[in-house]
């Protein structure tokens, strides 16, 4: 059997920056989180980037034990190098930060640094719901949809680490503006926070005041039989569909794995989707791949950050 294997993980966030004390197999032995202080630019976030991961390094310690190295996630895209290029929206001022330097200079470890979502997309592949698979497609679906994909067991990444933006696929050629300045995006009419908003625009249309606030509100009423939920859950299955079916055509993945909050749906969930995109993808493309719930949840990306150094 392979030696034992630690390392620190961090998983920055627009509020708060969680850190974990990682072994191989992905076995979480410390965990905990600070605040990320976005609101008071750059230099304050890697500040606490480094205490956080001085925190796991001195725990580390006290366990009697030395981290390989430090794994460490962020919005935005990062070059292959460990810097953030910039595309962090959330965090001010938050590019041509050398992630790899700063934590490096700090703790006197490897640095290892990647987009959050590829490394949720990691985590679950080598932990989670994509564990065995080498072929993956991660979907998070909430306020965005953010995405990985893991090719032969490799997150892939295109040209310079700047792809894999699988919320910003076109769905509609015609559609509403999207936040990323083009039209018509998966993400917006299909995220969690488009559901919501279609929903209320489908109250609003009919006269009737919205009684759903956010996902979990809306999937309650979809479940008791509400009529307007109904119709903007069966809406949001479509609109799922269609991207879900656009990425098995191209990647045809072993498993397609989805989470954020509307994962935590229930089976239900899955089943409706399945069914649909059972329909639109060809079926030469999808013959081998599953969609299943995310299993890792808000520990992901900690997970994929360590796992980045302990990649079993
Ligand atoms: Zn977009």
Redesign the pocket.
């Known amino acids: 059997m392979a030696a034992r294997r630690y390392a620190v993980g961090i998983d920055l966030g627009g509020t708060a920056v969680k850190y974990a004390l990682v072994a191989s197999g992905g076995e979480v032995l410390f965990s905990g989180k600070l605040p990320s202080r976005a609101a008071e630019g750059a230099a304050a976030v890697g500040g606490q980037l480094i205490e956080a991961a001085r925190i796991c390094c001195a725990e580390a310690a006290r366990l009697g034990f030395a981290p390989e190295g430090i794994g460490v996630g962020t919005p935005g895209v990062v070059t292959p190098e460990g810097v953030v290029a910039g595309g962090a929206e959330n965090i001010p001022g938050w590019e041509n930060v050398d992630l790899a330097k700063l934590l490096g200079d700090a703790t006197g470890l490897p640095v290892r640094a990647e987009n959050d979502a590829n490394l949720m997309a990691l985590a679950e592949t080598l932990y989670g719901a994509g564990r065995g698979a080498s072929d993956v497609v991660f979907l998070t679906v909430g306020t965005g949809i953010g995405g990985g994909v893991l090719i032969g067991g490799r997150l892939f990444g295109g040209f310079g680490n700047r792809g894999t933006e699988l ?2 696929i076109a769905l509609k050629c015609d559609g509403e503006p ?3 300045g ?1 039209t018509g ?1 998966f ?2 009419y299909a995220s969690t926070a488009a559901l919501v908003r279609r929903y209320r625009e489908r109250c609003t249309a009919a006269g009737i005041v919205p009684a759903a606030q956010d996902g979990e509100m809306l999937v309650a009423l979809y479940r008791a039989g509400d009529p307007t939920a109904v119709a903007a859950m069966e809406e949001h299955w479509e609109f799922m569909s269609f991207g879900v079916a656009s990425l098995i055509n191209i990647f045809a993945p072993e498993r397609v794995v989805i989470g954020g909050g509307i994962s935590e749906a229930g089976e239900f969930y899955f089943e409706a989707l399945r069914e649909r995109v059972a329909r639109r993808a060809m079926p030469v493309c999808g013959a081998g791949t599953r969609i299943v719930a995310a299993t890792l949840g808000n520990r992901a990306g900690c997970l994929g950050a360590a796992g980045l150094i302990i990649n079993e």
Do not use: R
């Open positions: 919320g910003h999207c936040a990323c083009s995006c993400e917006h």
